[in-house]
């Protein structure tokens, strides 16, 4: 005969997380994957009024980081001005100091062919 040893099973109650072993358990493995919930597409929509003063967040910060990379911008176009210019100065020295060797180069060649003309007279 039949005795009740064992307490009766009752419905699981609708607040406990187990949920027990799910039913289509024949080798798809899902009970190791999470239970699906309900599709609501506007359950994490904003309100306007929110959504504009995010937007003016963002806004003041994307004007603060441009204004920060144009100084960076300037401050290092300034920096290559004065490399450019340093660079022109030393050119024009270099230029001029070649050309005063040439012109000392022709002049001490002119004198020698002065003194070879001299010495071919003189004897």
Same mark, same amino acid.
């Given at each position: 005969?039949?005795?009740? /040893?064992?307490?009766?099973?009752?419905?699981?109650?609708?607040?406990?997380?187990?949920?027990?072993?799910?039913?289509?358990?024949?080798?798809?493995? #899902?009970?190791?994957?999470?239970? #699906? /919930?309900?599709?609501?597409?506007?359950?994490?929509?904003?309100?306007?009024?929110?959504? *504009?003063?995010?937007?003016?967040? *963002?806004? =003041? %910060?994307?004007?603060?980081?441009?204004? +920060?990379?144009?100084?960076?911008?300037?401050?290092?176009?300034?920096?290559?001005? =004065?490399?450019?210019? !340093?660079?022109?100065? !030393?050119?024009?020295?270099?230029?001029?100091?070649? +050309?005063?060797?040439?012109?000392?180069?022709?002049? %001490?060649?002119?004198?020698?062919?002065?003194? !070879?003309?001299?010495? +071919?007279? #003189?004897?």
């Amino acid at each position: 005969m039949f005795t009740d /040893t064992q307490a009766p099973a009752g419905p699981p109650s609708q607040g406990s997380a187990f949920q027990g072993i799910r039913k289509n358990d024949v080798g798809a493995g #899902k009970q190791w994957h999470q239970t #699906k /919930t309900a599709f609501r597409p506007r359950a994490n929509q904003t309100s306007y009024a929110k959504r *504009l003063e995010e937007r003016k967040a *963002l806004a =003041v %910060v994307r004007a603060k980081e441009k204004e +920060m990379k144009d100084e960076k911008e300037a401050e290092r176009q300034r920096r290559i001005e =004065v490399i450019r210019t !340093k660079r022109a100065a !030393k050119e024009e020295r270099e230029r001029y100091q070649k +050309m005063e060797e040439k012109m000392h180069k022709k002049r %001490v060649e002119r004198l020698k062919r002065k003194e !070879k003309r001299n010495n +071919m007279l #003189k004897s």
